[in-house]
């Protein structure tokens, strides 16, 4: 069978509408990430990249580890089907249409903006109830994509990768917590909501690990950080 891991990108930094790069931080993990799989000589026959800057930086800190091993890392290749869904869409379009029914999170938008730190906070308290009725199919609007398109499209990405001419090959990707939470939750069945709770989780740098042949797929392991062993570079994000 083959394995293909699905590897979050590093730490961003930027305000929340702005964030398609690696902060110092990030650009740590991720060369950490490099360095712990060069040592072991972890060889990939296929690598796959988002085309976002932070899916880019990631999967580059990992490929200048190999290389400065003397060792092979694959041209990665540009999957669009890898990208994150659009979250400033979701703030910008959606949620006054969520506060408008819920009193908590009307309460919570009222509190304040979502510049700053103390709005950093607001924005994540509030993704989470306005993710998981976006994935629910609850809030629609033709301005942003929808939760069905999104999966559809992950799903799309993740058949190209498991199509691979090796019958064991090891395939790598670099994508962001909500594809990652969407092919978990395919192998698991999960609801929409389950999946969406699922992509809050993910850790930066994580990687999950899948087994497949065919169109067969299974999860072996999800979240793993084992490379990042100080508690300085465990972070959400």
């Not at 690696?22 to 993990?29: I, K, M, N």
């Not at 890898?82 to 029914?101: G, I, Q, S, W």
């Not at 301005?143 to 398109?149: C, D, H, N, P």
């Not at 929409?192 to 709770?197: L, S």
Request: proline share 5%; with cysteine.
């Amino acid at each position: 069978m083959g394995v293909l891991t699905l590897v979050r990108h590093g730490q961003t930094s930027g305000e929340w509408h702005d964030r398609d790069r690696l902060s110092e931080l990030g650009a740590r993990q991720a060369a950490r990430l490099g360095e712990v799989w060069a040592a072991s000589e972890h060889a990939f026959e296929a690598v796959y990249v988002g085309p976002a800057r932070r899916h880019q930086q990631t999967c580059e800190a990992v490929r200048a580890a190999y290389l400065a091993r003397g060792l092979r890392f694959p041209e990665p290749v540009v999957l669009p089907e890898l990208d994150e869904y659009a979250a400033e869409p979701l703030f910008r379009v959606l949620l006054p249409k969520l506060a408008e029914r819920d009193e908590r999170v009307r309460e919570v938008v009222e509190s304040g903006g979502l510049e700053g730190r103390d709005g950093t906070l607001r924005l994540f308290r509030l993704l989470d109830p306005l993710g998981r009725a976006w994935a629910r199919g609850e809030l629609e609007d033709p301005a942003v994509e929808r939760w069905s398109t999104f999966v559809s499209r992950v799903e799309a990405g993740l058949r190209k990768m498991m199509h691979q001419p090796w019958r064991k090959a090891e395939v790598a990707a670099f994508t962001s917590a909500g594809p990652m939470a969407v092919v978990t939750g395919l192998t698991l069945e999960a609801s929409p909501e389950k999946i969406f709770a699922l992509s809050l989780m993910v850790w930066n740098t994580a990687c999950t690990d899948f087994l497949f042949s065919g169109d067969r797929i299974s999860l072996r392991s999800f979240n793993g950080t084992p490379h990042l062993l100080e508690p300085e570079l465990q972070t959400m994000r």
